[in-house]
């Protein structure tokens, strides 16, 4: 559940990355945790699948596997009712090149002006109580999948796509970009059976 302090919107969320990485050589996951906020599930959400999704960022191989990992273990601890987010030093202790998060920031800014503009609390009862614990059953289905989704090519932009969609949804509070959350899930697991499979 977000909490009063948390960002409302995909700016605030990016300017709390900005002012809590600048100036580091390099940024650790529990630097990301930091800057969202330690009960934000939501953002946490939102900015595994933009690290995901961004340029020079989420082609490194193994960076959509390790953020997959830390929503598995985020939306778990929610589903569990935590109030804060606990993470293993092995995984918050990991780190990517704070210029890279940097650029890749400056390439959502303008689909994030965009974005904000278009949500709005919308069918909010599947944001809140079972809606949102479903979100989260979905989104930990996308993380186990990030493995798989880093052996076929394009696959994991469209997971990162479907966890961005889910954490703005959860922040907004937007039930109708949660329904586009999942169609998206659902094309990109197609995707990932038919090639596979092909």
């Not at 303008?110 to 989260?136: C, E, I, N, S």
Request: proline share 7%; charged share 15%; glycine share 10%.
């Amino acid at each position: 559940m977000n909490q009063p302090d948390d960002p409302e919107n995909l700016e605030q969320l990016l300017d709390r990355l900005r002012t809590h990485t600048d100036g580091q050589a390099q940024v650790s996951v529990a630097d990301i945790l930091n800057a969202v906020g330690e009960r934000s599930f939501g953002p946490v959400a939102l900015v595994a699948g933009l690290v995901v999704v961004a340029p020079l960022i989420g082609d490194i191989p193994g960076v959509p596997t390790l953020l997959g990992l830390l929503v598995l273990l985020t939306l778990g601890q929610l589903l569990f009712r935590r109030h804060s987010i606990w993470l293993p030093p092995t995984l918050a202790t990991r780190k990517l090149e704070q210029a890279k998060l940097a650029k890749g920031l400056d390439w959502v800014e303008k689909p994030a002006r965009y974005l904000d503009r278009h949500t709005r609390p919308r069918l909010v009862w599947l944001t809140r109580g079972p809606g949102q614990y479903l979100m989260a059953l979905v989104c930990m289905a996308v993380a186990l999948a990030m493995p798989t989704m880093e052996v076929v090519p394009f696959s994991a932009n469209g997971g990162g796509l479907a966890l961005m969609a889910f954490g703005l949804a959860m922040i907004a509070r937007d039930g109708l970009l949660a329904l586009f959350a999942t169609s998206i899930t659902l094309g990109t697991f197609w995707f990932v059976i038919s090639g596979l499979m092909g």
